[in-house]
């Protein structure tokens, strides 16, 4: 299985720079999502990374390092409906499972 | 309908009664997952689909839950005798492909069941 450490929570100022860091360890690395999780509502996927590097997508960009088990989502120009939990989720193909697993998620404050 | 959908919304039971809820997967997607969250936690894995087959049940807590699939595209999860520490919002996800590519889980709004 894995073992997903993301913080428990951040605050920002509206129009800054976030990064939300995800550390993980799992023996069957298969590949790393980031979803955004509104209070009340379903996660809505934001990214995913299986190779080194950066993933920029708009506002969003996502960083993976394999060697390192270690990953970041960064947030730019923050806006006030930013505010919510980022889920880091990791899937390994150990004995052939494909699960995603989830780390417990960030709860992101923007504020003015 | 374009996305998942589940139902019902919120459901509230008495401890010791059976529940089941819904899921309406995307049309076409071959893997569905259930997830329980609790509040303020991250979706913990109950049990994995591919088309009717359930290939995985690892997470289900105890042999109260039980989940089904039987013609490959509607799920139902099913909890007996109910207890309070099953109160949590159950989610369901669904992909198009299998497991070892690429697979952007899509969720539903997700069932809140409150166990009184």
């Known amino acids: 299985g894995q073992n997903i450490d993301q913080p428990t929570e951040m605050t920002a100022t509206e129009g800054a720079i976030v990064q939300i860091n995800c550390t993980y360890q799992t023996s069957g690395f298969n590949g790393l999502f980031w979803y955004q999780q509104h209070a009340g509502e379903a996660p809505t996927f934001l990214s995913y990374n299986v190779l080194d590097g950066l993933e920029e997508k708009g506002r969003f960009s996502s960083f993976l390092s394999r060697s390192k088990g270690y990953s970041y989502l960064l947030l730019k120009e923050l806006q006030m409906k930013d505010s919510a939990s980022y889920l880091c989720?990791?899937?390994?193909?150990?004995?052939?499972?494909?699960?995603?697993?989830f780390g417990r998620g960030t709860s992101l404050i923007v504020h003015p | 309908g374009a996305g998942v959908s589940q139902s019902p919304r919120y459901k509230v039971a008495k401890r010791g009664q059976d529940v089941a809820l819904r899921c309406d997967p995307i049309?076409?997607?071959?893997?569905l997952f259930w997830y329980q969250q609790a509040l303020g936690q991250g979706p913990e894995f109950l049990t994995y689909f591919q088309n009717e087959a359930q290939l995985d049940k690892s997470g289900l807590p105890s042999d109260r839950f039980f989940a089904e699939r039987p013609e490959g595209s509607v799920s139902t999860l099913k909890i007996q005798r109910t207890q309070q520490e099953d109160s949590a919002v159950y989610l369901c996800?669904?992909?198009?492909?299998?497991?070892?590519?690429?697979?952007?889980?899509?969720f539903g709004p997700g069932t809140r069941l409150t166990v009184l």
């Open positions: 989720a990791v899937r390994d193909n150990e004995g052939g499972s494909y699960i995603p697993t």
């Open positions: 996800a669904s992909s198009l492909g299998r497991g070892g590519s690429y697979n952007e889980q899509f």
């Open positions: 049309s076409g997607h071959v893997s």
